[in-house]
């Protein structure tokens, strides 16, 4: 290994301290390979061109004045000017780093690289700006990289061409947009041993949610191949989740994972005449439908983010969010870690203003994908299929292309919204739609192809993680509250909530926990096949059983595709509340919507009225539903238990009896959910005039109580709320349900037990909540949208005493 000198640095003789020397990227890569690895971290070996021989070379040759000559005043919204004198200023540069003594540097080094690595050994020549990977700045893009680069002179000239690359178009316009100093601005070049992930796989870890800046989860995504196409959006990535806190206490499962396409794979390429060294090839179609990391290795890059976000975040002196990429060695095996950068957006979304985006109805859907932010924008759509269509795009219109790259932010920093086909949360158009703060709609697949230049829509990112594109444009709200001055009532305002997609944005508001999370989105969106037809495929018709086969392809039997899929969508809301309460109820279709799952006929029969029929408690011990409920059970066990999730308590809806109810406990604790293990407390909806009545008896079975408002009224005042004809006298202010209400939480009270409400009854009617209040109800819950509001009738409740 050479000597280190003011021009060329090894990795271990460079740390964080060092960013005006190496910049951003390499001053980290030299931070993670002289700390890290002694910690079974992985860093390749390399060396730096630090700023200094950047800043010599233009000294000697007298660039800087021709420099200023082409880039002082330039007005970067002029595209063809723009290209003209950034072409210009990189030549300059170009010509000024081929020095004798810079390419004498990096052939004495490359030399050792070969007797540590073998012979025309590949690497990565990478670009690395003093403005780069700051906390307030990412610069992601703006630089060249260079893959499967060996040879001494190849190695150079692509050292020089990353130089130059400090006046790429994109880096011009960045610079310009965030107000830094063009000349102020310095770069170094990484040369490190390239990882043979073209043969394996590659991907980026985040310490926290991208979407809703939620810190604690680490999310990783990979795709098969070099990282490239994750960048550029090209694929659409598998992504896992693990949560951090369980994580820490030792507790090993990934707590949610996201199937992607990864259609293509990027692999490495002898050089050809445009002068590229990587291609892409199709991936195989078995390939497509496995995912690209095993759990070992997704706890493996988590171990090693947590790792390092907690060095990051000690030498920064607070808490420190990175965004790693890594890359899998398709020689030996092994997981590298390649970067380690502060995430720069996400990381800022602990702000005091609470803002919510809704629309005020729904519209015909013309396309959907992932959804980027959480806000909603409407324009007219423009079509961009290639950089020269630019030139007709207009500030405030939407943005749709097949993907977008980095020579495209001068327009993308004026659009309304952003769509394209292909990309994940991770790909450059969500990068930038996120650092605008403008919805991005993106692995859409169809937008180029169903979205027409001229036509009015809105983008709908405020659904969760899934974004629509709708046809018109739709009224939609803005609420922000300054989360400062927002009220806290004693009494706990909670949530309603079944959708996981959902969690990570919820749990950033102020509440007390879940209230009510019902399985049966998950069942219904996630799964999609009845319960039963998973535990007994065979009993389904070929038709149904093909379609089965197929959704669980991969897994290893249908029965743990159900398992799997529940628990980590159950999992996920859990998590995102951590450590406090999340009330899970079982599942509570009625035979109808069970028998709209696919191989739902084969198992449930027709009733004439579903809504007071086999439903709820009634069915988890009967053997039309008992095996069925044992895939319920197990999900739930592996959340609170692998999972490490104890803030889990488990509801069960409709139990008509006491009997039903001693017989359903048992039933749990056959299953492996046992009252009372690992601080598990059971609860009961308290839905039906019998729970009330026969209270004292129902508090002997269970721990706590919430009042399911809806079906009480319902049954108390023998209303069918669904009716048009009748429903007008479905009021949970009748004084007879009033009552109902004082008994129910007398009754638990009475025997030592918690009872809550989680029916919008008090969002809806500020009456009923204070009257709650006086009741000395334990907590009340509601649907996110009504939190807010529920918060600031409670609290003047409860000051009016």
């Keep these: 290994m050479t000597a280190s000198s003011d021009h060329l640095r090894w990795f271990e003789n460079i740390g964080l301290e060092d960013l005006p020397l190496a910049g951003g990227k390499n001053a980290s890569l030299g931070e993670m390979y002289r700390t890290l690895t002694t910690q079974g971290i992985l860093v390749p070996n390399g060396f730096v061109l630090t700023t200094y021989a950047y800043r010599d070379a233009l000294q000697a040759a007298g660039a800087w004045p021709k420099l200023h000559g082409f880039l002082d005043h330039i007005d970067t919204t002029d595209v063809t000017l723009l290209r003209k004198q950034s072409a ?22 490359y030399r050792s690289l070969e007797e540590e690595y073998g012979e025309e050994i590949a690497v990565a020549v990478r670009s690395s700006a003093t403005s780069e990977d700051l906390p307030n700045a990412s610069f992601a893009g703006q630089h060249e990289s260079y893959l499967n680069i060996s040879g001494a002179e190849n190695i150079f000239d692509a050292c020089r061409h990353c130089f130059a690359s400090l006046f790429t178009d994109r880096a011009i316009v960045y610079r310009v947009n965030n107000n830094f100093n063009h000349f102020k601005v310095s770069l170094s070049v990484g040369v490190m041993k390239l990882v043979r992930s073209d043969r394996a796989a590659s991907g980026v870890t985040f310490t926290l949610d991208t979407e809703s800046g939620f810190r604690d989860v680490v999310l990783t995504t990979g795709a098969y191949g070099l990282g490239e196409n994750i960048v550029q959006g090209v694929v659409n990535p598998d992504e896992f989740y693990v949560h ?43 390939m497509q439908k496995r995912f690209c990391l095993t759990d070992d290795e997704v706890l493996l890059l988590a171990d090693h983010a947590l790792l390092a976000e907690d060095h990051y975040s ?77 030139a007709l795009f207009r500030p405030g219109e939407v943005l749709v292309a097949p993907s977008t790259n980095p020579d495209w932010e001068a327009v993308m920093k004026t659009a309304a919204a952003i769509v394209t086909d292909h990309g994940a949360r991770t790909c450059h158009a969500a990068i930038i739609a996120r650092e605008l703060g403008v919805p991005g709609v993106v692995g859409t697949e169809t937008g180029t192809q169903v979205l027409k230049s001229g036509q009015r829509v809105t983008v709908s990112c405020a659904a969760g993680e899934i974004g629509t594109v709708y046809e018109g444009e739709i009224p939609f709200e803005v609420t922000r509250i300054d989360a400062d001055r927002l009220p806290h009532p004693r009494t706990p305002i909670m949530v309603n909530l079944g959708n996981p997609e959902l969690a990570f944005h919820t749990a950033m508001m102020p509440s007390g926990g879940v209230g009510l999370a019902r399985i049966e989105f998950i069942i219904s969106e996630y799964i999609g096949i009845h319960p039963m037809a998973l535990a007994h495929p065979e009993r389904l018709a070929i038709a149904d059983r093909q379609r089965v086969a197929e959704i669980t392809e991969g897994s290893p ?77 197990a999900a739930l066990a592996r959340t609170r238990g692998a999972m490490g999730l104890t803030n889990i308590i488990v509801m069960i809806p409709f139990c008509r009896r006491v009997e039903e109810a001693e017989l359903v406990v048992a039933t749990m604790k056959q299953n492996g959910l046992v009252r009372g293990r690992d601080g598990l407390e059971i609860y009961m909806m308290c839905e039906i005039p019998n729970n009330v009545i026969q209270m004292d008896a129902f508090a002997k079975e269970f ?20 009716s048009e004809i009748v429903a007008f006298d479905f009021d949970e202010r009748d004084k007879g349900m009033l009552e109902m209400l004082r008994l129910a939480v007398a009754g638990a009270k009475r025997n030592g037990r918690k009872v809550g409400i989680c029916g919008e009854a008090p969002a809806n009617y500020p009456d009923i909540a204070s009257y709650l209040v006086t009741l000395h109800i334990d907590s009340i819950s509601v649907n996110p949208s009504s939190l807010l509001r529920t918060m600031g009738v409670v609290h003047e409740a409860e000051l009016r005493g």
Aim: charge should be positive; hydrophobic fraction near 35%; include cysteine.
């Design 557 to 633: 039997s249908p029965s743990e595709y159900f398992v799997r899929t529940l628990s980590e969508g159950v999992g996920t809301i859990a998590a995102a509340f951590y450590p406090k309460p999340v009330i899970v109820r079982l599942s509570d279709f009625k035979t109808n919507e069970y028998a709209a799952l696919i191989g739902g006929t084969a198992f449930e029969p027709q009733e004439a009225n579903p809504m007071i029929g086999f439903r709820g408690a009634s069915r988890y011990a009967h053997a039309a539903y008992a095996d069925g409920f044992a895939l319920e059970c």
């Design 314 to 390: 000690r030498h920064a002196g607070r808490h420190m969010p990175l965004d790693i990429e890594w890359a899998k060695d398709g020689d030996d095996g092994k997981i590298y870690i390649v970067q380690a950068r502060p995430e720069t957006v996400a990381s800022r979304k602990m702000a005091a203003m609470l803002e919510t985006y809704s629309l005020h109805e729904k519209g015909t859907v013309l396309t959907h994908g992932r959804a980027v932010g959480e806000k909603i924008s409407t324009g007219i759509v423009r079509v961009i299929s290639t950089h020269d269509d630019l």
């Design 244 to 286: 951090k806190p369980t994580f820490r206490q030792g507790y090993r499962a990934v707590l949610r994972r996201v199937l992607g396409k990864k259609r293509l794979t990027m692999i490495l390429a002898k050089k050809n005449i445009d002068g590229a060294t990587t291609k892409n090839e199709p991936t195989p179609t078995d």
């Design 703 to 722: 721990d706590g109580f919430s009042i399911g408002s809806n079906d009480l009224t319902q049954l108390t005042l023998g209303v069918d709320r669904d």
């Design 88 to 109: 210009k200023a990189r030549q300059v540069v170009y010509d000024a780093t081929g020095t004798d003594n810079l390419r004498h540097l990096v052939a004495v080094a």
